[in-house]
């Protein structure tokens, strides 16, 4: 090290003035001899400290580098931590709305659930009406004529016959369907019938059907005779 060199350099100094104290009686030429002995050690000396400098020198710039380098692997450490923690709060923000996604699948399958039992609830009660309906205009298809056909979009096709004394056999209908409430729907009366529409609130508010038919057919058996 430098301060090593330095102590042999203090080293040399002293020896040389031993050397010159003792030789002070010498001879001109010994004192030549010494002289350039020790520009010769002082020269030595100076070389081996530009070495040691120059080597300090490069230790001082290797550590330089070597801590620029780690202040850059710090920064890229740092940033691939940053980025980390931003996909760790993507990942939870994705898991939180899947959450909330899955918890409204459910609620929808509830939903869909709750109006499918309701809307099979319902058919079956449309359908015991129908079979109702059925049963009720068999008991007066002999004595009101009347016959019953189901068509299309669940419709029953009421026809009655025996109305025109003239023309016993001349058919006169209307249509009935059970509408998405469960109420009577009327329509397709031929001929047509002004008073088909009471008709059709009268029995939503009494639920008499067999009322109901026996007023559509004296209508028709009015219009007949007016």
Sequence with gaps: ????????????????????????????????????????????????????LKEEERMVEMFLE????????????????????????????KKQELEVLTTNIQDLKEEYSRKKETISTASKANEERLKRLQKSADLYKDRLGLEIRKIYGDKLQFIFTNIDPKHPETPFMFSLHLNEAGDYEVSDSAP???????????????????????????????????
């Design 1 to 52: 090290m430098v301060e090593d060199e330095l102590a042999l350099f203090d080293k040399s100094i002293n020896e040389f003035g031993n050397k010159f104290k003792n030789t002070l009686s010498d001879t001109p030429c010994q004192m030549v001899g010494l002289r350039d002995a020790y520009k010769d050690s002082i020269k030595a000396l100076a070389e081996k400290l530009s070495v040691k």
């Design 66 to 93: 070597y801590q620029n380098q780690l202040c850059k692997q710090n920064k890229l450490i740092q940033e691939k931590k940053d980025n980390l923690l931003k996909l760790i709060a993507e990942v939870k923000d």
């Design 192 to 226: 047509h019938l002004e008073c088909l529409a009471e008709f059709q609130e009268n029995v939503r508010k009494t639920n008499n059907f067999s009322a109901f038919l026996a007023n559509v057919r004296k209508a028709f058996t009015a219009m007949v005779y007016n």
